[in-house]
């Protein structure tokens, strides 16, 4: 079936260093969705890319839809304390419509 | 406001037990889900409800009945619990575009 890959799954850095997680579809997506869950909390979501080859950003976050769109990513800029937390990101399928997410990326950051 | 709320938050239990968790969205969303997260942070989903119609049921014990008595209400029922069942289950909904998740309820089966 489907499948949507997400590397790496731990991420651990120094506060001010950059962070950048991938996602990888077996399959074409019609659109992806980006959600951030802080520790304890829910996943919230961040941002739909949804047209080939494009970048959107939100302040130090810079999120990438690969030209066959069939891949992602999300980098941050000099991460801080507040960045902690898991990122997953979720794909729809061109072909089933269904939403699939990301094993997630677990971001540490120390101060 | 809540946009998506459940209860309980926290729920302990002893294996063998039945156990429901309630779901209510305020959103006016057509569609509602029920998400399973496990301790490596995967979220499965479970199952998703279309206007109180079942639309997705994935590989889940036929232990876990979800019941939808309105477009704004997805509960979920597990009978006869098991220690593998302890996980965080949230409850979502969306209207075609991204998903709103609830606060999730961390179920722990002892």
């Known amino acids: 079936g489907q499948q949507v890959m997400q590397i790496p799954q731990y991420q651990h850095v120094q506060e001010g260093e950059d962070f950048t997680t991938y996602c990888n579809s077996s399959t074409t997506l019609s659109n992806i969705q980006w959600y951030k869950q802080r520790p304890g909390g829910h996943p919230v979501f961040l941002i739909q890319?949804?047209?080939?080859?494009e970048v959107k950003k939100q302040k130090r976050l810079t999120f990438q839809f690969g030209e066959a769109k069939k891949n992602s990513s999300l980098h941050i800029t000099a991460t801080q304390t507040t960045d902690v937390g898991t990122y997953f990101c979720a794909g729809t399928s061109s072909n089933t419509g269904k939403l699939i997410f990301g094993q997630g990326t677990t971001l540490q950051v120390k101060p | 406001d809540t946009a998506v709320s459940q209860t309980p938050k926290y729920l302990v239990t002893q294996m063998g037990n039945d156990k429901s968790i309630k779901c209510e969205q305020n959103l006016g969303h057509d569609t509602m889900y029920w998400y399973k997260q496990d301790s490596k942070k995967f979220l499965k989903i479970m199952f998703s409800y279309n206007n109180k119609e079942l639309i997705i049921n994935e590989t889940v014990p036929n232990r876990f009945s979800p019941k939808s008595p309105d477009k704004a209400h997805l509960n979920l029922h597990i009978n006869s619990l098991e220690l593998g069942d302890s996980a965080v289950y949230f409850c979502?909904?969306?209207?075609?575009?991204?998903?709103?998740f609830g606060p999730g309820t961390r179920l722990t089966v002892l």
């Open positions: 890319l949804v047209k080939s080859g």
């Open positions: 979502a909904s969306s209207q075609g575009r991204w998903v709103y």
